[in-house]
């Protein structure tokens, strides 16, 4: 067959022509063997296009039916090439050409090819990144955009890589806090409800054929459990779906997520990991804005969206109303008692010194540090907490079971 196709060659160019294939895909394999990258292909009869930089292309260039999450891995992947690429004088257009036939995560190679033709055809860096706000938030534009109109998109993008790698070590610190007490308790409750449903049902039927009538307490619920376990099986996820669409439902409205913020702030053991968490991740953003030139109050605002918890942001915003008003961040800080009194301490430093932007990033190192303890801490606690939840419920079980034929081996004594 015939392909009509437009690709972008190594130097930058568009280059369009005809070539002989077997079909679109041996004729896109030519494509980038040339080292070009396919912008459109189609059959020189006029079926079947095919775009590479379009969101309306064929999966074939798209690779999913379904789009891929874009992951802060991946984005950490991408700043760090396209700084060390920009930092080397290739210009943006190439850059993105380039990356755009190297990242693996489909949804993220077409929309940096859909990017490279927007810069291509005069609209700014930034811009073109705006365009995909599901993707890129409103944080990395906003340094992109410091980086371009300073000159120094490349130090902006090695900064941006930066920030988006401690963002991505901050989730793998939260994630890891989380995953042993979720796999015990996930464990622990399929363990009961096998007993309940396999092993329970069995002694109750053995006890009911020697003649066993008068049942302890504990053994009466337990079996009560089982019967219902047994019978109604199917209303078990219900509670979970319930409890799901309900907190869903509150957090849609703006005073609902303000309670359940504050609740969340308050929780036993992960309240203090979360408050650390999302203090590291807005302190760094802070800092990292305030260091690529965006001003202050665009900084605090930003930072606000950032920690995605409306009792910490509203107090990120009395900082900038403040600001507005001439109040130093420090006084502002020590008068909010959110924040411990060492933060004030350190920014009213900065502030004398008129290093702010490393003041704030110690104040974020500060919190990763205490995040980290209080991780540590939280492992070594819930480690033995865990043994003591499954062998309680297990415990119970057993007991309810052997109650019975304990009292039933007296009689016969």
Same mark, same amino acid.
């Given at each position: 067959?015939?392909?009509?196709?437009?690709?972008?060659?190594?130097?930058?160019?568009?280059?369009?022509?005809?070539?002989?294939?077997?079909?679109?895909?041996?004729?896109?394999?030519?494509?980038?063997?040339?080292?070009?990258?396919?912008?459109?292909?189609?059959?020189?009869?006029?079926?079947?296009?095919?775009?590479?930089?379009?969101?309306?292309?064929?999966?074939?260039?798209?690779?999913?039916?379904?789009?891929?999450?874009?992951?802060?891995?991946?984005?950490?992947?991408?700043?760090?090439?396209?700084?060390?690429?920009?930092?080397?004088?290739?210009?943006?257009?190439?850059?993105?050409?380039?990356?755009?036939?190297?990242?693996?995560?489909?949804?993220?190679?077409?929309?940096?090819?859909?990017?490279?033709?927007?810069?291509?055809?005069?609209?700014?860096?930034?811009?073109?990144?705006?365009?995909?706000?599901?993707?890129?938030?409103?944080?990395?534009?906003?340094?992109?955009?410091?980086?371009?109109?300073?000159?120094?998109?490349?130090?902006?993008?090695?900064?941006?890589?930066?920030?988006?790698?401690?963002?991505?070590?901050?989730?793998?610190?939260?994630?890891?806090?989380?995953?042993?007490?979720?796999?015990?308790?996930?464990?622990?409750?399929?363990?009961?409800?096998?007993?309940?449903?396999?092993?329970?049902?069995?002694?109750?039927?053995?006890?009911?054929?020697?003649?066993?009538?008068?049942?302890?307490?504990?053994?009466?619920?337990?079996?009560?459990?089982?019967?219902?376990?047994?019978?109604?099986?199917?209303?078990?996820?219900?509670?979970?779906?319930?409890?799901?669409?309900?907190?869903?439902?509150?957090?849609?409205?703006?005073?609902?997520?303000?309670?359940?913020?504050?609740?969340?702030?308050?929780?036993?053991?992960?309240?203090?990991? !979360?408050?650390?968490?999302? +203090?590291?991740?807005?302190?760094?953003?802070?800092?990292? $804005? =305030?260091? #690529?030139? %965006?001003? /202050?109050?665009?900084?605090?605002?930003?930072?606000?969206?950032?920690?995605?918890?409306?009792?910490?942001?509203?107090?990120?915003?009395?900082?900038?109303?403040?600001?507005?008003?001439?109040?130093?961040?420090?006084?502002?800080?020590?008068?909010?008692?959110?924040?411990?009194?060492?933060?004030?301490?350190?920014?009213?430093?900065?502030?004398?010194?008129?290093?702010?932007?490393?003041?704030?990033?110690?104040?974020?190192?500060?919190?990763?540090?205490?995040?980290?303890?209080?991780?540590?801490?939280?492992?070594? !606690?819930?480690?033995?907490? +865990?043994?003591?939840?499954?062998?309680?419920?297990?415990? $119970? =079980?057993? #007991?309810? %079971?052997? /109650?019975?034929?304990?009292?039933?081996?007296?009689?016969?004594?």
């Amino acid at each position: 067959m015939i392909f009509k196709y437009r690709a972008r060659t190594a130097t930058g160019l568009i280059s369009t022509g005809t070539r002989e294939a077997a079909n679109e895909s041996a004729a896109i394999t030519w494509m980038r063997e040339q080292g070009w990258s396919p912008i459109s292909i189609e059959a020189a009869g006029g079926a079947g296009a095919v775009s590479a930089g379009k969101s309306g292309g064929s999966s074939l260039l798209k690779g999913e039916l379904f789009p891929k999450k874009v992951t802060l891995k991946d984005k950490n992947v991408l700043f760090k090439q396209m700084a060390t690429m920009v930092n080397a004088g290739i210009t943006i257009a190439a850059t993105m050409d380039l990356m755009a036939s190297q990242i693996e995560n489909k949804t993220l190679a077409t929309a940096i090819a859909e990017i490279r033709d927007a810069v291509s055809s005069g609209v700014t860096t930034a811009a073109a990144f705006a365009r995909h706000p599901k993707i890129f938030n409103n944080l990395e534009i906003a340094l992109i955009r410091a980086g371009e109109e300073g000159g120094v998109l490349d130090v902006s993008l090695a900064r941006l890589a930066s920030f988006v790698e401690a963002q991505y070590a901050l989730q793998k610190k939260i994630k890891s806090a989380m995953m042993y007490p979720s796999v015990i308790i996930f464990f622990t409750l399929v363990t009961l409800v096998a007993l309940c449903v396999g092993i329970v049902p069995l002694f109750k039927k053995a006890f009911a054929n020697i003649g066993v009538k008068e049942m302890p307490l504990l053994t009466s619920i337990i079996f009560g459990f089982s019967d219902f376990l047994k019978a109604y099986w199917f209303l078990i996820p219900i509670p979970f779906i319930a409890a799901v669409v309900a907190l869903k439902q509150v957090n849609k409205t703006e005073e609902g997520r303000r309670v359940l913020d504050r609740i969340k702030l308050r929780l036993p053991l992960m309240g203090d990991i !979360i408050f650390k968490s999302i +203090m590291a991740r807005a302190f760094r953003t802070f800092a990292t $804005l =305030v260091t #690529a030139g %965006v001003s /202050i109050l665009d900084a605090i605002e930003m930072s606000a969206g950032v920690a995605d918890n409306y009792v910490i942001g509203d107090a990120f915003r009395v900082m900038k109303e403040r600001a507005q008003n001439g109040v130093m961040l420090s006084i502002t800080i020590k008068e909010q008692k959110l924040f411990p009194a060492m933060v004030a301490h350190m920014v009213a430093v900065g502030e004398e010194t008129g290093q702010v932007d490393d003041v704030l990033s110690k104040v974020a190192d500060w919190y990763d540090m205490e995040l980290d303890e209080r991780i540590k801490a939280l492992t070594s !606690i819930i480690e033995p907490v +865990m043994i003591v939840f499954v062998g309680l419920v297990v415990g $119970l =079980v057993v #007991a309810s %079971v052997f /109650i019975p034929i304990i009292q039933a081996m007296q009689k016969f004594m």
